[in-house]
């Protein structure tokens, strides 16, 4: 197991590269915030903070991805931390 001994800096940046995954892959599937939200069955406020980078909870990124019909780890894993990478 590896200690984290940055601080939570890096939390933040990972949440904005997760935010603008979705949002990527929302505007490559040419689908507007209202039809994703409405998609994944979240609220659209809800859908706005994730692309924003703010907190958000595992379960709504699981509506998300599917909505997007994407793998979930698409949208989590950064890719240098992919395998083979």
């Known amino acids: 197991m590896r200690e984290l001994t940055d601080g939570d800096s890096w939390i933040a940046a990972r949440r904005q590269a997760i935010g603008g995954r979705v949002r990527a892959a929302r505007l490559a599937q040419n689908a507007t915030q209202e039809q994703l939200h409405l998609a994944a069955g979240i ?8 692309e924003a ?22 949208l989590v894993v950064e890719e240098a931390d992919r395998p083979g990478r």
């Open 43 to 50: 609220d659209r406020v809800t859908l706005q903070r994730v």
């Open 53 to 74: 980078g703010e907190d958000t909870l595992v379960s709504t990124l699981l509506r998300i991805a599917p909505a997007l019909e994407v793998p979930l780890s698409e």
